[in-house]
């Protein structure tokens, strides 16, 4: 069970990331560009959809990392598509694809999909090109279609808890809410799609996104020992999910970056970080959240703006997190650099 949890999250982790860097790294810089080059909006409308195509991505990634045929694996892959949500149909019967679907329910759906194939891989033989796709499509995809609801509304209660610290004193709202997201951000539940669905504060939407800021920066530092540079900075300029596998497997790692993002999410509340919906789910990806905090900023772009900016989303979130990995690794001894390893081969 463990071997499986860990080959499914595994195969999420790699896909989640290959569908969000397009965009995350070329989304901002390309918004910026296309008023004086129209021509660049289709390769920022290829990001969008390449986003789109998470779950099929992730289908596909999990039934790689057991090893499955290409018929097999192919299945998993339109099964997890159906599974996730990500195509809907309108009043009049048009089907639509948009954003990334409930990647939670994706990784269920591709792990019964992965069960099932390997149940009736044997028994159909010669007849696997024309039953394994049908098959898969009608039994797991179905299922996960059919929970589909239901995990959306467990993740809705999620947000509604998320949006409870709202009430809460302003430092204290912004270190639980930090954290909260810099959680959520290592797990299969959207950021994005939680800080959408729920009714925040700006300051909210800043502690948000510093909590992922902190994840991300942390997850970076402690873990380029362990693989390659490019791989480190992917938890940075892509997703801190990369990093799934291995929080679900030893979530002591995650300390120091959500001690990190506690400090990070109460100065929120006294210096007033503000963000929106949609940068509170990606950190420093695209350097969205950055960004917006100073659109949102009395004075934009100004000499105080400016250093605040760099204080919180860059130099601060640098120190306390050598401070904390150091702490945990060398003085308390409860992590170490192999806990981060990453296997993408």
């Not at 909210?204 to 997850?219: D, P, R, T, W």
């Amino acid at each position: 069970m463990k071997d499986f949890f860990s080959k499914l999250l595994n195969g999420m982790s790699i896909a989640i990331v290959c569908a969000i860097i397009p965009n995350a790294l070329l989304g901002e810089i390309l918004k910026l560009l296309i008023p004086s080059f129209p021509p660049l909006q289709h390769l920022y409308d290829a990001t969008a959809i390449v986003m789109s195509m998470l779950p099929v991505l992730v289908g596909v990634l999990v039934g790689m990392q057991f090893k499955l045929t290409q018929i097999q694996t192919a299945s998993i892959g339109l099964a997890t598509v159906i599974g996730s949500g990500v195509v809907s149909k309108t009043a009049d019967g048009i089907f639509t694809i948009g954003g990334i679907g409930v990647v939670i329910n994706a990784g269920i759906t591709a792990a019964l999909a992965v069960l099932f194939v390997r149940l009736i891989g044997t028994g159909v033989k010669e007849y696997s090109i024309l039953l394994i796709p049908m098959l898969t499509v009608a039994i797991p995809g179905m299922i996960g279609f059919s929970i589909l609801p239901y995990v959306q509304g467990t993740a809705n209660i999620i947000g509604d808890g998320v949006a409870y610290l709202t009430n809460l004193q302003p430092v204290v709202m912004g270190a639980l809410i930090a954290v909260a997201f810099g959680i959520i951000i290592l797990s299969p539940i959207s950021t994005v799609g939680i800080a959408t669905v729920i009714m925040l504060s700006g300051i909210g939407y800043g502690a948000a996104n510093l909590g992922i800021v902190a994840v991300g920066i942390g997850l970076c530092i402690a873990s380029y020992k362990a693989n390659s540079l490019g791989t480190a900075l992917a938890h940075v300029l892509g997703s801190p999910k990369i990093q799934m596998r291995n929080f679900f497997l030893k979530p002591v790692i995650a300390l120091p970056m959500l001690i990190t993002a506690a400090i990070l999410g109460g100065l929120a509340g006294v210096l007033n970080i503000q963000g929106t919906p949609y940068s509170a789910g990606l950190g420093l990806a695209g350097l969205v959240g950055p960004l917006n905090f100073i659109n949102l900023a009395d004075g934009g772009w100004n000499a105080t703006n400016i250093t605040l900016m760099l204080g919180m989303f860059l130099i601060l979130p640098l120190l306390l997190n050598l401070f904390f990995i150091y702490l945990f690794k060398k003085k308390l001894k409860l992590v170490q650099d192999t806990d981060y390893k990453l296997d993408f081969e």
